[in-house]
């Protein structure tokens, strides 16, 4: 187990969650939320800048891989945020934009929220990462409202984001806790921004949204391409033997 | 206006001095709704609030909750950078503009839509507002500000924005004392300066 305590893949395979497949009642090993971010962060080119949204995609700052440079954006005005703060050693008024205190990296740089969201819609960014709900094949993204949830949902920096991204990763599960699934022909949830997202990640597959549909690119370890279309809900395009997952 | 971001630069003094001078029927513009009785928490606890343009309402925001169930108090959900720029455009007296942001959602309805640079946009409208409450670090006796780390946020949009601009800041300093290169919000912007050691609320 590394240091963090945080199992990686490429691990023994007790370090994967155990979950009944929904759909033919065998079970199956997916990856959990911190191993889809860790597939997700080996996306990120060295140097680049990014934004990190709520769930899964904030995990991925604990999984760079060594070496690698990464200047995080926040939209309330950080370029260049590090590590969460130690506790004893927080700073409120240096939070992202869950509120969770951070720190800086060198280089680092302040500016007020407009700025920062010239950096999302302006097209500045390199990569941004965002949780989904779902995500039709046209790269359509929701993931800001649950139809039926209560109140009226918060929209936040996420259609900034999705609309100006040079390129945007979805993280999230492949099915609903009840065994639909997030990637979808046509999106029936709130929608965010119409045909913005690149690359999905989720735990069962790694998948490029392409003019022509979506590409599977990888599976998760023990998941055959036929088990990963059973489960999504608009047709995958597979064009060779599809590898598992890289973790490094 | 009222600025601030998770839990950093939300000018708290002042919105508990207009919380006690019990304004009514106040239309707010701010990123979120609250910190259950913290930040604008107060003002929706106490119904002061009849519409508000928000980003993110926020999963603390249970006063807003409350009233917006109840039907008191009425929401426009605007996304966050669209929420800048439309408050920008008031401040720089732009009357809209076009964006690709929110095309084919909810936020659309009801806007003008063209083709510009051959792809969809809408029409954005400037957000105007007679006061805006905001945070800074510090002042000096012109009203020039500094802002500490991310505490900025919002503000130095919000005090471009409004007619009266009220800035409640940790220290106020003699003229001169922040160097002009210093100055993030400058003077001709800032119409109060209030000093009083700032407040923050817990989650």
């Known amino acids: 187990m590394p240091s963090d305590g945080i199992p990686r893949i490429g691990m023994p395979r007790n370090g994967i969650s155990e979950k009944v497949m929904p759909a033919g009642g065998i079970a199956k090993p997916r990856l959990t939320r911190e191993q889809i971010a860790q597939r997700a962060a080996l996306e990120l ?14 995990l991925i700052a604990g999984h760079l891989p060594k070496g690698i440079t990464v200047y995080f954006h926040s939209e309330n005005g950080i370029l260049g945020m590090g590590p969460r703060a130690k506790p004893g050693e927080e700073d409120f008024d240096l939070v992202d934009a869950m509120k969770v205190p951070v720190t800086l990296i060198p280089g680092a740089s302040f500016f007020h929220q407009a700025d920062a969201h010239v950096m999302t819609r302006g097209g500045h960014l390199d990569v941004a990462v965002l949780g989904g709900f779902q995500v039709s094949e046209k790269g359509d993204l929701a993931n800001w409202r649950i139809p039926g949830a209560k109140g009226p949902g918060g929209i936040g920096g996420a259609m900034d984001i999705a609309a100006g991204a040079k390129t945007l990763i979805v993280c999230m599960e492949h099915s609903t806790k009840d065994g639909a699934p997030k990637i979808v022909k046509r999106c029936t949830y709130p929608l965010t921004a119409l045909e913005c997202v690149d690359t999905i990640v989720t735990d069962l597959a790694v998948i490029d949204v392409k003019p022509e549909g979506l590409l599977l690119r990888e599976v998760a370890p023990c998941w055959s391409a036929e088990e990963v279309q059973a489960l999504t809900g608009a047709p995958l395009i597979v064009r060779r033997q599809i590898p598992e997952m890289s973790f490094a | 206006m009222v600025g601030g971001f998770g839990g950093a630069g939300f000018p708290n003094n002042l919105i508990q001095a207009l919380a006690r001078k019990g304004a009514k029927n106040i239309t707010a513009v701010s990123n979120n709704c609250g910190t259950r009785d913290g930040e604008l928490g107060i003002m929706f606890k106490n119904n002061q609030i009849k519409h508000v343009i928000a980003a993110f309402p926020g999963p603390h925001a249970n ?84 802002y500490r780390l991310a505490a900025r946020n919002f503000n130095p949009i919000m005090a471009m924005a409004a007619q009266t601009t009220i800035a409640e800041v940790e220290e106020i300093v003699p ?7 210093h100055v993030v919000t400058p003077a001709i912007f800032v119409h109060r300066i209030v000093q009083a050691k700032g407040i923050r609320y817990a989650e």
Not at chain 1, 45 to 58: C, E, R, S
Not at chain 2, 136 to 142: M, V
Not at chain 2, 175 to 181: N, V
């Open chain 1, 45 to 58: 080119p060295d140097g680049a800048y990014v934004n990190l949204g709520w769930g899964i995609p904030n």
């Open chain 2, 175 to 181: 003229i001169g004392a922040i160097h002009p290169e």
């Open chain 2, 63 to 146: 006063h807003f909750l409350e009233r917006f169930a109840a039907k008191e108090v009425t929401l426009e959900l605007v996304p966050q950078g669209i929420l800048c720029e439309r408050m920008r455009a008031a401040a720089a007296g732009l009357q809209g503009f076009y964006t690709t942001v929110g095309v084919g959602t909810e936020v659309a309805a009801g806007k003008e839509e063209r083709v510009l640079e051959e792809r969809r946009c809408i029409l954005e409208r400037p957000i105007h507002a007679d006061y805006a409450l905001i945070k800074a670090q510090t002042a000096d006796e012109l009203g020039n500000l500094t």
